[in-house]
């Protein structure tokens, strides 16, 4: 392995660790106290264990199905099963989150992943399609459920809402960096190490995620979006509809989501062919950890810039969508050219290769801001519902890309996702003009507030005056 990969993981783990140290030195407006800390400790354990599992999945899934004998027809058709569940089935229960419970359905999380790692040790198409239909439930309940919960219980114990940009940096950095990292070493200690077969990694993710799910049996209090008994699935879609369509914000911030995510699941396609177009020999573990370190980075920088008074969410993110489209359109422009030996990258496969590295670092500053604007914006009665409406449009288009991603060349997938990061950057600005728009009319009414009442004021005391005279 040559030397270039250890320099840019080495340059990235400096980088995440001076950030991370920086991000504690940070004084915050009123010191959090032990049992917010308590509070934050709890969710941040249960957040890397349920990560976790799911990182520990990830490297295999392929693989296995590979190991099986499964042709790529076969297992891109599995691959969209999961999708499609998400899009579906996974939207329904998600939503369902907000009337019985998002603590059940960190709950539901668990059984659903646990059972679809007991399907990967059947051989049988049918038996792990359906595996992959529970996995995709599991994704919708991973990215709203546990959002959800959080932001629910931090409003109900009254803690400062400041404070949660700091919890969403954090879980990043550990759930989607640091124990990305540890799993992908782990499972390849499984397999490769040990050489206990391709399904070990997914007994393993069983394991952490029953562990997880005891914690949060344990831990874990109640909490609701709208509980009342007399509200339906459906009135709660009505409800979630008639918001995103009567209030632009909304409908912005789940195209945001939905383009920056699909781009991003279009480039896990995207990478490995795109850094080996010749065929050369790739140390996936080790470029893994690089994009992982890159995501830590960025994870630990948006706890950084969330810390900032004088920046907004609202305009660095837009800073961020267009250098991420920028970082997707240097293999549209740079070619791929033959590296000197199969071992090695050429040249512009490094300029790839850091321009990849650049575009994790968007992608770990964008989940916690994400994640802060939507707890700052969307009610919280529906925020399940919400977020899962937003991951409709999302599944469908990965399940379209990857119906079709045979069809296209490399640079056209690359710069359709650049194009997509361009569109994001536009709804940002957008958003941020709203966000700006709303402020500048609260304190136009707050002034003329202040106004009205000093007119009040003077025309009582002139009242007064004039009854002392008389």
Known sequence: MEAFYVYLFMVGAVAAAVFEYGNRLVKVTAAPDLAFRGFKTNYLVVYSFMMAGDWLQGPYVYALY??????????????????????????????????????RAALLYVVCYTLGCFTKHAPNFWVLFFGRILCGIATSLLY??????????????????????????QAVFLGN?????????????????????????????AIVLVIGGVIIALTWT?????????????????KAYTLIMSDPKFALLGAMQS?????????????????????????????FACFMVSSMVGSALAGKLMSLTTIKVERYMQVVFA??????????????????????????GKLHLLAFCGFEVCVGIFWPSMMTMRSAHIPEE???????????????????????????????????????????FACQRQFAVLIHQEQAGSHFDED???????????????????????
């Not at 995207?270 to 470029?287: C, D, F, K, V």
């Not at 529906?382 to 119906?403: A, D, G, Q, W």
Request: charged share 15%; glycine share 10%; aromatic share 12%.
């Open 259 to 287: 383009l920056f995510e699909g781009s991003m699941y279009t480039f896990v396609f995207l990478w490995t062919p795109a850094l080996s177009p010749n065929g050369e020999h790739l140390p996936h573990g080790m470029i």
């Open 144 to 169: 709203s459920a546990f959002e959800s919960w959080v932001v629910g219980e931090h409003n109900k114990r009254g803690y400062n809402p400041e404070w949660l940009g700091g919890i969403f940096s």
């Open 66 to 103: 590979e190991h099986y004998g499964f042709t790529r027809g076969e297992i891109g058709r599995l691959f969209i099963a999961g999708f499609g569940s998400s899009m579906i089935f996974g939207t329904v229960m998600g939503s369902l989150a907000d009337k019985y419970g998002r603590k």
């Open 323 to 348: 250098f991420a489209a920028l970082c997707l359109t240097i293999p549209v422009v740079v070619p791929p050219a033959k590296a000197s030996n199969s071992d090695s990258l050429s040249l512009a």
């Open 382 to 424: 529906i925020r399940s519902t919400v977020i899962n409406c937003f991951r409709i449009p999302l599944n469908f288009f990965v399940c379209v890309i990857l119906y079709n991603v045979g069809s296209y060349s490399l640079s056209t997938m690359f710069g359709m996702c650049a194009s997509f990061l361009g569109i994001c």
């Open 222 to 238: 109640e909490n609701y979006g709208d509980s009342s008994e007399s509200a339906s699935l459906a009135e709660s879609f009505g």
């Open 177 to 205: 960096g640091l124990v990305a990292i540890l799993a992908g070493l782990f499972s390849h200690s499984l397999v490769d190490t040990f050489r206990l077969g391709p399904v070990s990694p997914f007994d393993a993710a």
């Open 448 to 470: 003329q507030r202040l106004v009205a009442a000093a007119k009040l004021e003077k025309g009582s005391l002139a009242a007064e005056a004039e009854a002392a005279a008389v």
